[in-house]
């Protein structure tokens, strides 16, 4: 079974740029997870589909960070204006609807100048 | 509101050595209680998972602990392994399934 998949790995950007980062979920996962880690700490969940409705975004600086699953499968974000302190790994998780456990991909690294 | 945290934010340890990492959490009233383990430039990986109504669970080296009324859960690393170098974080489940995340311990197993 291929697991979460991310792209890109490694996003080094200026500030006041945009970027965006792109997320497939396990086959069959109805729930998908955008995380951000900023070094040394855990994951901070930014926001939670169900299929292609929004279950959470509260924090999710919607001046800035914008995310859609259109078809109830993949998934992207967006950043646009970029600032310093968005520097760190995006994690994009998914899960069986109603299951416990979270399926992690490697995350997005990104670093603004 | 839940906050969860993780001392030591760092330890070494040499290899063969039992260890144990601590987790705390403020609201006892939480789901589950998962552990992950982080490799660098990797995603998170599941250990463990315990249920609210279960005090441990095992999974080879590895054993989980959950006292909710201390608001305490502990992971204890048997045998220790050089591959066993990674971080560790838990993360505290609400009845939502969102997970509230410590900080983690970063471990080093020295050879």
């Known amino acids: 079974e291929a697991g979460v998949a991310q792209s890109p790995r490694y996003k080094i950007i200026e500030k006041r740029q945009s970027v965006a980062f792109w997320c497939n979920p396990i086959s069959g996962h109805a729930t998908l997870y955008w995380y951000q880690q900023i070094l040394g700490q855990g994951p901070k969940l930014l926001i939670q589909?169900?299929?292609?409705?929004?279950?959470?975004d509260s924090q999710l600086p919607k001046d800035r960070f914008s995310a859609e699953r259109l078809k109830g499968v993949d998934s992207t974000l967006k950043i646009q204006p970029a600032k310093l302190e968005d520097s760190a790994v995006y994690l994009c998780?998914?899960?069986?609807?109603?299951?416990?456990?979270?399926?992690f991909g490697p995350g997005t690294r990104l670093l603004v100048l | 509101k839940q906050e969860v945290t993780q001392i030591p934010a760092a330890l070494s340890v040499p290899e063969g050595e039992n260890l144990v990492l601590n987790c705390s959490f403020t609201d006892s009233a939480i789901y589950n209680l998962q552990w992950f383990r982080q490799d660098p430039g990797k995603g998170l990986t599941s250990l463990l998972l315990i249920q609210s109504s279960q005090r441990e669970q095992t999974s080879g080296r590895l054993n989980a602990s959950l006292d909710k009324s201390s608001g305490r859960s502990t992971l204890y690393i048997a045998a220790s392994q050089p591959g066993d170098s990674a971080t560790y974080l838990c993360?505290?489940?609400?009845?939502?399934?969102?997970?509230?995340w410590g900080a983690g311990t970063k471990l080093i197993i020295k050879p």
């Open positions: 998780a998914s899960s069986l609807l109603g299951a416990e456990t979270q399926y």
């Open positions: 993360a505290a489940s609400s009845s939502n399934y969102q997970l509230i």
């Open positions: 589909f169900q299929n292609n409705g929004v279950v959470d």
